[in-house]
């Protein structure tokens, strides 16, 4: 069992190098996106989906039953698909914490949104609430599901499709591949945006089914972290910066839920209280 966390006093140095990480990845998949509004032929390449790891999900039955893959996407999603699966054995749902662009644009809304409604109260059904709001303990297990039945419905969906299944209500296609051609996609755009200003990682959370797919990897990846609890004073700051809102932080460290993003390490005033280690 070895220790690679490291201590306070380079928290800070943790959560900038994650952001330098996301803004990176975030970056190039503006890029991908930005090829298909340049000029030239050349600079199209292939569709914005063959470079989606969920895609690899989505055209895996067409791909053994036929040898064909779906429309718009191709074996460089099954490539793809591979280094997000290694990372995420290792370290369980890091690629949603660290890597993942989709997840980078809800951080950042997040901060948006506190920075414009962070000190105020806005009212809604008769009740005064902040921003982001934070959905009930009751609720939000239910929610939490739902990922799960979008799964299962595109896992279904795709036996039969032409195209993608998800293709045409994708967060992604419609944020960063700058091809808004529908409606749908444009209602997927507003839909995100507001609810990523109102809750925290609501698409990780509630609906996203790599999430899913994901999530289970938690449990068996060797790079975790740990509760001292001789450290620990039970403050619950931890609790209160989860983005993913996984309630009783310490005794679920091995959450499904859990992006490794750190938060509640870098937010930990205890030095030692909660530590990586590779197992």
Known sequence: MKDVSKNKKSGGTDISTRTVIQIIFLAGTILIGLR???????????????????????TLWPYLTTGQTLKTTSPLNFSIFLGVLGVSLLAGRAFCGWLCPIGTLQDFLTTISRRLFGNKKLKLAGKQISLPYKISPRNDAWLRS????????????????????????????????????????????????????????FWCKYLCPLGAVLAPLNKIAPLRLVLNKNSCTSCQRCDAACPMDIPDLTNNLRSAECIECLECQETCHEKDALELRLF
């Not at 298909?36 to 989505?58: L, Q, R, Y």
């Not at 299962?152 to 998800?166: H, M, N, Q, R, W």
């Open 36 to 58: 298909h509004i340049m000029p030239g032929e050349s600079s199209k390449g292939g569709a914005f989906d063959v470079f989606c790891p969920f895609g690899a999900i989505e």
């Open 146 to 201: 739902l990922k799960y039945l979008v799964l299962v419905v595109i896992l279904l969906a795709s036996t039969f499709a032409i195209y993608p299944p998800l293709r045409e209500i994708c967060p992604a296609r419609a944020l960063l591949s700058f091809q808004l051609t529908t409606p749908l996609l444009w209602s997927v755009l507003i839909t995100f945006v507001i609810t990523s200003l109102a809750n925290r990682r």
